[in-house]
């Protein structure tokens, strides 16, 4: 028999998401009080006797129009814009299906209060050093940045977030920043019933900023009634700077790195430098600065000869400084990677992984690592990792599904794309402008069927991006596998005119198999090969 509820409870919140009744009873309210004033003045006005019932018939005939508007259009700080569908993943029957665990949250980007409006690197840093030292915390799920801080400016409430996040808690604040005065409001919020769970206000000086993230995160894990193993595990402070300056340009840094367009990728580095100087002992940006060189190396945006020696010297002086520090072994593995010193570099990874095991980052780049050097079954175990550190995350499953080709197990790989493709999807319904999220989306629609979706974002990937190396190497992969090869080849002749990318990649790359016998493919890959012998 038809689950008839279910249906009902599926259109009735999809009918709260779009805030069709919250229109509605606003309208309701407007109507009343224009009749009460038509009644009260018509009569002396002179109106006819019919005024009224023409005034009733519009009010109705409005009140259906505004309804279809709210449905199909929302209101939000960027303006009036068509209601994005919820992805096939995110519909609220199956959040609901899904048992959401008591120990979960979703830390929400913070709302920039101060006058000149100019402190968003500084509101998503604090709210992010929060996240990263509760999703540390053992029996507590924490939503990843990429989901949670989709919700920025959206205008849903706690409830409709939790649905789509499948978290019991959310938690939400400001901050008012002044000269050395920092104010911050934060609050934790049930996604149940949208009570208040624990809320405060923090007024201090700016140098205690880590004090306050620290006492926010021990809150939460209150409220949320989760224990922690020990007094140092919400330990946000010990690797705090000296000079709170410092502490601002490496926020600065690590907001750039974040920007999901690598065009302005390569003012990160200056960031973290200006913060070395500042305060050379400070190991978290002497770890940024090799890490945001290594992405850069990753990339081809700068060339080998250019910066990895003061990459491998700032990932070598931040574990000088703080040997404990995962991020900083994470980055050292990188740059050992990039310099082909294959077994360092799994060193450094296994120790990130080892003093930190929910750390994303080492997960992800360790299974790059693998996978780059042919070792494609240790590289999904690192993948299908960090996927479980990040659930709602899609980069990583999607390169694990190119691993799985590269082991001739394509089911394996259909397997894991079917996983991640919702998660990119659902990305792409929430910021349309993602390049990253479009292209790897395509690249999982060509393989599991759907090629017309799969030249959709690819194409709204290159308009958005025509110069990006990823971008066009990922549209070359992606019009291999539709049998394009001319295209691809054209596509993947502007990614490395540049002298970007790594032969070793592009040659065990199982989604360019079909380009591997032409001609034109190995003359791509001998330009390479000058290019980067010629920068080196």
């Excluded at 109106?47 to 018939?57: A, I, Q």
């Excluded at 990677?337 to 095991?357: H, K, M, Q, V, Y």
């Amino acid at each position: 028999m038809r689950d008839w509820t279910g249906s009902l409870r599926q259109s009735f919140a999809e009918f709260r998401r779009r805030r069709v009744f919250r229109v509605a009873a606003v309208y309701v309210v407007a109507g009343w009080i224009l009749i009460q004033l038509a009644s009260a003045t018509f009569e002396p006005l002179g109106f006819p006797s019919w005024s009224m019932r023409l005034l009733l018939v519009l009010l109705a005939l409005g009140f259906v129009l505004t309804l279809v508007l709210a449905w199909v259009y929302d209101i939000n700080p960027r303006g009036i814009e068509r209601t994005a569908p919820l992805p096939e993943y995110e519909t609220p029957l199956a959040s609901q299906a899904a048992r959401v665990p008591d120990a979960s949250v979703a830390i929400l980007p913070f709302a920039d209060l101060s006058e000149a409006k100019d402190q968003d690197y500084f509101c998503d840093g604090l709210a992010e050093e929060i996240l990263n030292a509760l999703a540390s915390v053992r029996d507590l799920r924490v939503a990843s940045r990429t989901s949670s801080f989709r919700f920025r400016d959206s205008g849903a409430d706690a409830r409709e977030i939790g649905r789509a996040l499948n978290v019991a808690a959310i938690m939400e604040g400001s901050v008012r920043k002044a000269g050395d005065r920092v104010r911050v409001t934060a609050q934790l919020v049930d996604a149940d019933n949208g009570y208040h769970l624990w809320s405060e206000n923090f007024d201090r000086k700016l140098e205690d900023i880590f004090a306050i993230q620290e006492e926010i995160a021990r809150s939460v894990t209150h409220a949320l009634r989760v224990s922690l193993q020990g007094a140092a595990e919400l330990d946000i402070s010990r690797n705090a700077p000296r000079d709170i300056r410092a502490y601002e340009f490496y926020l600065r840094g690590r907001q750039i790195q974040s920007l999901k367009s690598s065009d302005n990728w390569t003012k990160a580095p200056e960031m973290f430098r200006r913060a070395i100087a500042l305060d050379p002992d400070y190991a978290q940006a002497h770890a940024g600065l090799a890490d945001s060189l290594a992405q850069l190396l990753i990339w081809r945006i700068l060339q080998p000869a250019e910066v990895l020696e003061e990459a491998l010297a700032a990932a070598k002086r931040a574990l000088e400084l703080a040997p404990d520090l995962a991020e900083a072994h994470v980055a050292r593995g990188n740059t050992l990677s990039l310099a082909g010193d294959s077994e360092g570099a799994t060193a450094a990874f296994r120790r990130a992984i080892e003093l930190n095991p929910e750390l994303y980052e080492a997960h992800y780049y360790f299974g790059r690592h693998c996978f780059g050097h042919g070792q494609n079954a240790l590289a999904i175990g690192e993948f299908e990792a960090a996927h479980r550190v990040r659930p709602d995350e899609f980069q990583a499953l999607s390169l694990a599904a190119n691993a799985a080709d590269a082991l001739n197990d394509p089911a394996r790989g259909d397997a894991l794309a079917r996983i991640a493709l919702p998660a990119a999807l659902a990305e792409i319904a929430a910021d349309p402008e993602n390049g990253r999220a479009l292209y790897l989306a395509a690249g999982m629609q060509v393989r599991l069927g759907d090629p017309n979706g799969a030249r959709r974002n690819i194409e709204a990937a290159l308009r958005l991006q025509p110069e990006d190396f990823g971008t066009l190497y990922n549209a070359a992969c992606t019009y291999t596998c539709l049998g394009e090869n001319d295209r691809a080849l054209d596509l993947l002749e502007r990614a490395v005119a540049a002298g970007q990318g790594f032969r070793e990649w592009i040659e065990r790359d199982p989604d360019l198999a079909a380009l591997h016998s032409l001609p034109r493919f190995r003359e791509i890959l001998t330009r390479l090969d000058d290019s980067n012998s010629q920068a080196s």
